[in-house]
Each structure stands twice: as structure tokens, then as C-alpha cells.
């Protein structure tokens, strides 16, 4: 059974007659390039193998309704609501804000609906789980309402519009963004001064493994709100609108004038943003070990220097650069907590992974979550 039919029968299960449309969209990992987006730098993301699907169709009139596999029960709300839910319907609120963002974009909205959400993306994990809810919903609504078909930069910006305006989150183009342009065995690169898209081919007998800490810092948000307060000070003090303009030269005549804690944020920031397009360098010149070695100093920059790692993440990254078939690994996402991302060889199997993930447990008391992936294509419709 493929997945379209088994998601096709629980839809049927729900509403009592099959789905019109079936979306789907993929996680997402950052590769490289972190905390850059909002400095209007570089990054590097990737599509993954890991996904969430969207099946809708016309409603009961005057009614949206809902559900998803992380909840038994179908939830019914007014059509056109553009009241914020909160506590265990909070999950709607990301199909609510695409629904109303597609008015705001002068795209066409169904009058009503039904959908149900499936998921083998885990939510919460730094994977994207809430950018490939709303591209999946965003594809399914306009293929419901009869809509042409969207580029994916307006599918990007419509997902992004919902996230940053209705769910409440200031997320920068990077979720959106990749999981609209993903491609299979290539890598999204984005120029976040525009923005522009592009892909890179992920060199053959690569592969990403994903070591999920499950440990999130109690103060995450405000954390990460810190930290983007603390690049738009140094940028003011560095006499520039975004730090990723300064070149690493620039930045290090001029670092002595910064307190020591924005000259760290900056450094990182600056020195990341090149390291994204040392990477694609590296990628096109098909050198693994350098692509690696990039990886793993993005990390060590993470630790050192922006303060967004932590000790769990630290252990992961030390544990599994030692080992020979690993080429580099760093934390993957905003930080203070979350996953780690391996690039490896083929060499580099379940046995080793399950060896990394026993000496955590010895360490931390709990098992951290292993997804060995496959860099996958965007979101896309299953149904025509
Ligand atoms: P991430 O995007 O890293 O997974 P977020 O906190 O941004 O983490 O988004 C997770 C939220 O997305 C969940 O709390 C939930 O509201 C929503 N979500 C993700 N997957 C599903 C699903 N299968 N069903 C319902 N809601 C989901
Ligand atoms: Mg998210």
C-alpha cells in the first residue's frame, strides 16, 4: 500500500469519503550556515526523506475541519476564522495561517474544508515540521480552489507570511525556503540578500545522519532573540545594515572596536557566511573531506564563539568527528539544543551510529534519536 492510499483510507475513516487532493512536503536540515539568514548571509540546506502530507477536500459549508495523527478526534471551526487557537488545537493555527495568507497573496481560498494531517517528520526536533505543514497545506488549498500552479518562491514566502504573521514565530526564509526548492541528491542554496535560489549536486557516496539530542534550553526563544539583538548591535557598531556584507578581512581591521561578546557573535556570523561558499566551492571541486572539515569548524564557531551549542551537542559532534567514516558533523538549526548533523561516508552504518548512541546514554541518562536520511525533493502534489 502506498502511502496516498493508506492516508487516503484514514481520510476516509475521518470524513466518510475520500481526499480531493494530496500534498506532500519534506523536513528539512540546515547543512551549513547558521544563524546567517536574518544577517543576509548564506546558507545551505537540504530536502529530507522524513515528511508531512496534506489530504483536503470540500467541506460542510460554513465549517473548516481538521485532523491529524498526533490527535484522535476531529476538531470543526467556523469558515474563516482568523481567531488564534490556543493549547491542543495550537497545531491549526498553521493551516489557518496559510488559508488566510492566500486572500493576502491574491491566491484563491476554498469556502471550506476537510483536512487531515500525516507525519513521519518529528515535531519539535529542528527538522521543519511546521514549514512542511504549511507548504503541504499551502499546495492542497490551491489545488482544491482551483488555482494554477504556484512557483515555489511564492509557496516559500506564502508558508513564511503564515509562520511569521499568524503562528507568531520570526522564522528567516530558510525552512520555507528549502523545503520549497529541495531537489532529490542536491543541496539548496540560498543568497537570504535577495532572495535567490539555487541548487548544488550532493556529491555521490555522501550521506546525513541526523542525532537528535532531544534537549531543548529552557529560555530557547528568548535565547535566539538575544542572539539576533546582539548582530543587529554589532552590525550598528560595525557601521552596516547586515553583518554578512562585511568581508571576513573587513570584520577582523575592525573587530578591536567591538565590546568582546558582539566581536564573537559577529565573527561567527561573518566567517559562517564564508564558510557556505567555501562549501560550495568544495562541493563543485567534489572534496568531501574540506566540505567535512567546514562542517565541523561551523561547529566549533557555534561553541566557541556564538554560544549557541550545547554540552549534549558538544559530546555528539566529539564523538562522532573521531570516528573515520565521518567526515564533520554540527549542530543543525537555531542551537541551544536540538540535533546534530553528520555528513559520512558509506562506511559509516547503523553499528557505528548505535556505538555513538550508547556512549551519550552512559553519558546523559537517555538515548538521543537516530535518522540516517536521504536528501529528498520539495513539497509537491501526490493527486492531479
Ligand atoms: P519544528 O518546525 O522544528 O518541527 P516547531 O515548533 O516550529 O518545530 O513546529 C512544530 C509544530 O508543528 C507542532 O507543535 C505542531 O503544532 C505542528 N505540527 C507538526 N507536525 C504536525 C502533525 N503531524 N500534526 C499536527 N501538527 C503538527
Ligand atoms: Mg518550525
Not at 551549513?32 to 540546506?45: A, E, F, K, Q, R
Not at 526536533?125 to 482551483?146: M, N, R
Not at 573521531?322 to 558533523?329: E, H, N
Request: with cysteine.
Amino acid at each position: 500500500m502506498t502511502q496516498a492510499t493508506r492516508i487516503a483510507s484514514h481520510f476516509q475513516q475521518f470524513f466518510g469519503r475520500p481526499p480531493t487532493v494530496i500534498a506532500r512536503a519534506p523536513g528539512r536540515v540546515e547543512f551549513i550556515g547558521n544563524h546567517t539568514d536574518y544577517n543576509g548571509g548564506s546558507v545551505l540546506g537540504a530536502g529530507i526523506d522524513r515528511h508531512v502530507w496534506v489530504a483536503v477536500s470540500r467541506g460542510l459549508p460554513g465549517q473548516f475541519r481538521f485532523c491529524s495523527d498526533q490527535q484522535s478526534e476531529v476538531q470543526s471551526l467556523p469558515a474563516g476564522t482568523s481567531v488564534k487557537q490556543t493549547g491542543a488545537l495550537s497545531w491549526l493555527n498553521y493551516p489557518l495561517g496559510v488559508w488566510l495568507g492566500l486572500e493576502k497573496f491574491g491566491l484563491p481560498q476554498p469556502a471550506d474544508f476537510d483536512l487531515l494531517v500525516y507525519s513521519d517528520l518529528p515535531a519539535g526536533a529542528g527538522l521543519s515540521s511546521s514549514a512542511a505543514l504549511e507548504l503541504a497545506t499551502g499546495l492542497a488549498f490551491l489545488k482544491l480552489a482551483g488555482a494554477e500552479t504556484i512557483s515555489p518562491q511564492t509557496l516559500a514566502e506564502l508558508g513564511r507570511h503564515a509562520e511569521n504573521n499568524f503562528v507568531g514565530v520570526p522564522c528567516g526564509v530558510l525552512d520555507q525556503g528549502t523545503i520549497a526548492f529541495a531537489r532529490r541528491d542536491h543541496l539548496v542554496h540560498i543568497d537570504c540578500s535577495g532572495p535567490v535560489f539555487s541548487a548544488t549536486p550532493m556529491p555521490a557516496g555522501l550521506r546525513l545522519w541526523v542525532f537528535n539530542s532531544l534537549t531543548k534550553h529552557a529560555l530557547i526563544d528568548g535565547m535566539y532573540a538575544q542572539r539576533h539583538a546582539e548582530c543587529q548591535q554589532a552590525a550598528q557598531a560595525l557601521g552596516v545594515n547586515l553583518l554578512a556584507t562585511l568581508t571576513p578581512a573587513e570584520f577582523h581591521a575592525r573587530r578591536a572596536a567591538l565590546p568582546e561578546v558582539l566581536a564573537k557573535r559577529a565573527e561567527h556570523i561573518i566567517e559562517e557566511h564564508a564558510r557556505v561558499g567555501k562549501v560550495v566551492c568544495a562541493l563543485a571541486a567534489g572534496n568531501s573531506a574540506e566540505v567535512g572539515s567546514l562542517l565541523t569548524a561551523s561547529h566549533r564557531s557555534s561553541q566557541h564563539l556564538f554560544g549557541n551549542s550545547t554540552p549534549e551537542l558538544d559530546f555528539l559532534v566529539d564523538r562522532l568527528t573521531a570516528i573515520p567514516g565521518v567526515l564533520g558533523a554540527r549542530l543543525t538549526g537555531g542551537g541551544f539544543g536540538g540535533a546534530v548533523l553528520a555528513l559520512t561516508g558509506t562506511e559509516f552504518n547503523d553499528a557505528a551510529a548505535q556505538a555513538v548512541a550508547r556512549a551519550y546514554t552512559e553519558k546523559f541518562g537517555r538515548a538521543p534519536g537516530i535518522l540516517p536520511l536521504q536528501v529528498a525533493d520539495g513539497a509537491q502534489l501526490l493527486t492531479s
